[in-house]
């Protein structure tokens, strides 16, 4: 895995991507990082799928790797992993994509493996809890351990993030009490040009942009298409099922 870790690196170039690259990208929020940390001191992304602006799925995998560069970059000395939040407010299947979802899977397992602490999925509508029938293969059993289901009206599930999270300071999207909190693009812009200047320098990046190549995928291309045209059938007919997943839902 660091062998084939350090080649995708070599290819793609997570540490030269910079806020103006994938700025249009981060416009509306999709995927920041927060202000607060949990209580161990992990640095937290936010995600929203319902912000989703784009239709570019190597410009949504580009802003996935900076907003994960940027959150390891501000972990402290004693800590190596993070947190996600992800907020399902608003959302329909429109805004999430298998391929995306996959692909986001595949990054964070072979590049970025134990980098994730806990990814909390925060009020998911029953249709998606379907589409993660399908996602879910893609999963190695210790990274879907990780990913925990809360509900605002659930109270055992919310003391998941009481456990994790000061209160005071979590985002009231999440059931916290900070109303200051939460994402604002130009203050967040200026945010993400301090950390480049200040973990990067004024360094030249290479104007060619990096991309995931073909290899880089344990999917097929037919595999995918099939998984993507099952996707569409699925959907249209009021059911999700994962065509890897031969049990009965």
Known sequence: MLKETLKWRAQYKPEEIRWEEIAREAET?????????DKYGRTVLVMRPSCQNTKS????IRILVYCMENAILNLPDNQEQMVWLIDFHGF???HISLKVSRETAHVLQEHYPERLGLAIVYNPPKIFESF????KPFLEPKTSNKVKFVYSDDNLSNKLLEDLFDMEQLEVAFGGKNSDAGFNFEKYAERMREDDLKFYGNTTVSSTSA???NSDS???DSEMKYLEDKEDE???NGTLQSPLDTTKT
Do not use: D, F, P, W
């Open 57 to 60: 799925y190597k410009g949504q």
């Open 218 to 220: 344990e999917v097929s």
């Open 92 to 94: 329909n299947m429109s």
């Open 29 to 37: 929020g999709k995927i920041y990082r927060a202000n607060c940390t």
């Open 234 to 236: 699925t959907i249209e």
């Open 211 to 213: 991309h995931l190549t």
């Open 132 to 135: 993660y029938k399908m996602v």
